[in-house]
């Protein structure tokens, strides 16, 4: 879900060519769960390779990842961990609404409804564990680096760039500026496009970079006002936020109290826990500093037998990919890529 600023924040519109060279600390759920979503067949059906198991995620990753190296951007994927006690209602809302889409698109397949059934497939999509070790194991063969978060992703790799051995945290959500990274880029896909939501549609997209001060000072709100901004909003701890109030009423509202407290005592709290434990929880959240950043080599050989031998990729359009990363992180020199 996360947090819904976008109409708030100050974006700029930026190009690969500018983050040649830097790290961006990747928020590994959100790029896979997109592949999951997006890559798929006319009915809706995931991309799967002779034995039945899904490939969708193997193939936008390795395809997302070739072009970010052999543009020159690092990426480091961060890797979600145990997820807080309070995002219990957020998963049992995604549980709810996938299964409510499951039945959707079984009953849309039944009719021959094919546009319908891809609609409600998407939205269906499920990460599982065996997906993830997978994930990780094809970056360790691309030399990409992997760090495993002991609990938020977004908020590790938030973590990772305020410690500045990242640039920025590269996501579709906005979460990561209310766990305090400097910055935020969005968009980064291979089409330079993204699916709408909700429809068969795609609309071009450029990269965006969010910098968290120019937002605070923009708002005129500090740091702390922009967390409790998102909670008024809705975060993944209190779902849907306070009922009627949007984001630029909750800028309002975080502008008006000085008083925390008396603020939400002025509107509809629905939750049974207190705001501040979604706060605190966001303020203090567990983050880990137990974490290297090294990039390797590209081992072609074991991206190939992952890739072509056990998951029937192409081994032609997989060895084509691979000469173009090689030959680029040749051209920069080693010592100067890694």
Same mark, same amino acid.
């Given at each position: ?11 700029? %519109?930026? @190009?690969?060519? &500018? ?30 390779? &002779? ?99 002991? @609990? ?65 000072? %923009? ?48 509107? %509809? ?14 303020? %203090?959240?567990?983050? +880990? ?10 081992? @072609?050989? @074991? ?10 990729? +192409? ?19 080693? +010592?100067?890529?890694?």
């Amino acid at each position: 879900m996360g947090v819904k600023l976008t109409d708030l924040l100050v974006r700029k %519109n930026i @190009s690969f060519d &500018s983050l040649k060279g830097k790290v961006v600390a990747v928020d590994a759920s959100i790029f896979l769960y997109q592949f999951l979503t997006t890559i798929r067949q006319r009915d809706g059906s995931l991309l799967t390779d &002779s034995k039945g198991r899904v490939t969708s995620h193997l193939i936008g990753l390795f395809s997302r990842t070739a072009n970010f190296l052999s543009r020159g951007i690092k990426p480091v994927y961060v890797f979600d961990g145990k997820p807080p006690e309070f995002k219990h209602l957020t998963n049992n809302l995604r549980k709810k609404a996938k299964e409510e889409a499951l039945k959707k698109y079984e009953n849309a397949i039944e009719k021959g409804y094919l546009n319908e059934a891809k609609k409600f497939a998407s939205r269906t999509s499920l990460l599982t564990k065996e997906m993830v070790d997978e994930a990780k194991k094809l970056l360790k063969f691309m030399g990409v680096p992997i760090v495993q978060a002991p @609990s938020e992703g977004e908020a590790q790799a938030s973590f990772i760039v305020k410690n500045g051995d990242a640039f920025a945290v590269a996501s579709q959500d906005e979460d990561c500026l209310m766990f305090g990274s400097p910055r935020l880029v969005r968009n980064l896909s291979v089409t330079l496009k993204k699916k709408v939501k909700d429809k068969l549609v795609y609309q071009s997209t450029e990269p965006e970079l969010i910098i968290l001060s120019e937002v605070l000072s %923009n708002l005129g709100i500090s740091q702390d006002q922009l967390i409790v901004l998102g909670i008024l909003v809705g975060t993944d701890y209190n779902p849907g936020g306070v009922k009627g109030i949007g984001p630029k009423k909750a800028l309002a509202l975080v502008k008006k109290f000085n008083d925390y407290d008396e603020l939400f005592k002025s509107v %509809n709290w629905s939750f049974d826990f207190s705001w501040r434990d979604v706060f605190d929880l966001i303020k %203090n959240i567990d983050v +880990s500093s137990d974490y290297s950043i090294e990039f390797g080599r590209v081992d @072609s050989e @074991s991206v190939k037998s992952l890739l072509c031998d056990e998951h029937d990729f +192409s081994i032609e359009r997989v060895e084509s990919t691979l000469k173009l990363v090689v030959k680029s992180t040749a051209q920069k020199g080693l +010592s100067d890529f890694f």
